[in-house]
Nanobody, 118 residues
Framework: QVQLVESGGGLVQAGGSLRLSCTAS????????MGWYRQAPGKQRELVAA???????NYFDSVKGRFTISRDNAKNTMYLQMNSLKPEDTAVYYC????????????WGQGTQVTVSS
């Protein structure tokens, strides 16, 4: 089991920046990849960005060039630097992990609210 704690959400004006953090604890040795999902009201949860244990990254098309995912393995922490934020980025952002041997993300954090005002 992996425990995840997110932080760093808040209210920002369009064009501003925020950095989200997600710290993992527990059975971290089984983590193959970590990802940031978001869910806006009335919409399905979507994968925003992900990073594997080897450092490979991928991004949802709408955030490419604006968001950067990274991880500090020594601190068991993943980050999401969000720049040039838009009102449509408003959502609850969740940290999740994909374990070795699993094809899907499991073990969710509690979520952190990001609100971008126009």
């Amino acid at each position: 089991q992996v425990q995840l704690v997110e932080s760093g959400g808040g209210l920002v004006q369009a064009g501003g920046s925020l950095r989200l953090s997600c710290t993992a604890s527990g059975s971290i040795f089984i983590i193959a990849a970590m990802g940031w999902y978001r869910q806006a009201p009335g919409k399905q949860r979507e994968l925003v960005a992900a990073i594997t244990s080897s450092g490979s990254t991928n991004y949802f098309d709408s955030v490419k060039g604006r968001f950067t995912i990274s991880r500090d393995n020594a601190k068991n922490t993943m980050y999401l630097q969000m720049n040039s934020l838009k009102p449509e980025d408003t959502a609850v952002y969740y940290c999740s992990v994909r374990k070795y041997g699993f094809g899907e993300y499991t073990d969710w954090g509690q979520g952190t609210q990001v609100t971008v005002s126009s």
